[in-house]
């Protein structure tokens, strides 16, 4: 491991694939134990954990990792009730899919997203990111 964070870094990983989720939660570690990934595993977990709804603490993370295709709200539909609310504009967002097409780049491109990433995230690729969040 290699922690080359200076403080605590929060993700909100949004993923109901355990494999994803295990996958990225390794290549994070390697880079720094300061990082701590929560996972919610619909759009409707990840507002309630951003709210403080139903027992869940309350998180505001500094990047959100966003799969397109998550159960019960997709991640469309929960990136427009995030940005709709302003104590989130801050939180930076990347979408990590399988694959990313032109009418996804169409739908995400208003919402306000950092970038996007294709699974399986490498480690070269968590590196760009955890120094774009050193840098915020």
């Known amino acids: 491991m290699m922690d080359l964070a200076a403080d605590k870094i929060d993700i909100l990983y949004l993923e109901d694939d355990e494999v994803d989720i295990q996958s990225v939660e390794r290549v994070f570690h390697k880079i720094s134990s ?44 929960f990136l427009k009730e995030l940005r709709a609310d302003s104590q989130f504009t801050d939180i930076e967002v990347f979408v990590l899919t399988a694959a990313y097409t032109s009418k996804d780049k169409q ?30």
């Open 34 to 77: 300061l990082i701590k990934i929560e996972i919610a595993k619909s759009g409707n977990q990840a507002l309630d954990m951003l709210y403080g709804r139903n027992k869940e603490n309350k998180i505001h993370p500094k990047l959100i990792l966003l799969d397109i295709n998550i159960p019960k709200m997709n991640g469309i539909e």
């Open 107 to 136: 739908a995400f491109e208003p919402l306000n997203i950092r970038g996007h990433l294709i699974k399986p995230l490498d480690y070269g690729e968590a590196i760009k990111l955890f120094w774009i969040l050193q840098s915020m």
